[in-house]
């Protein structure tokens, strides 16, 4: 939490020190109620199941071309050949 000197400074009046401290507890507050808003947490959740599954599904394509090359490979070997 912000503490600010409630007296009179050269920079303003009290009155003004005492407002600028309200809209520094007020800011703290907002930052508080921000962090324990869970709202936003579902979000993320999904955006990083989404992601996993973008892993998993590159990582398979990336196993399974090879074999498909492979493979494409061998008939296209068999076409050439006459078999």
Same mark, same amino acid.
């Given at each position: 939490m912000t503490f600010l000197l409630l007296r009179?400074?050269?920079?303003?009046?009290?009155?003004?020190?005492a407002a600028e401290a309200l809209r520094a507890m007020r *800011?703290?507050?907002?930052i508080k109620r921000f962090l324990q808003?869970?709202?936003g947490? $579902? +979000?993320s959740e999904y955006a990083v199941a989404a992601a996993l599954v973008?892993?998993?599904?590159? *990582?398979?394509?990336m196993a399974?071309?090879?074999?498909i090359t492979v493979r494409i490979? $061998? +008939?296209?070997?068999?076409?050439?050949?006459?078999?």
């Amino acid at each position: 939490m912000t503490f600010l000197l409630l007296r009179p400074t050269a920079g303003g009046s009290f009155r003004e020190r005492a407002a600028e401290a309200l809209r520094a507890m007020r *800011g703290d507050i907002m930052i508080k109620r921000f962090l324990q808003n869970e709202t936003g947490l $579902e +979000l993320s959740e999904y955006a990083v199941a989404a992601a996993l599954v973008a892993i998993a599904a590159a *990582g398979v394509f990336m196993a399974l071309g090879d074999a498909i090359t492979v493979r494409i490979n $061998e +008939l296209a070997g068999h076409i050439t050949a006459g078999k």
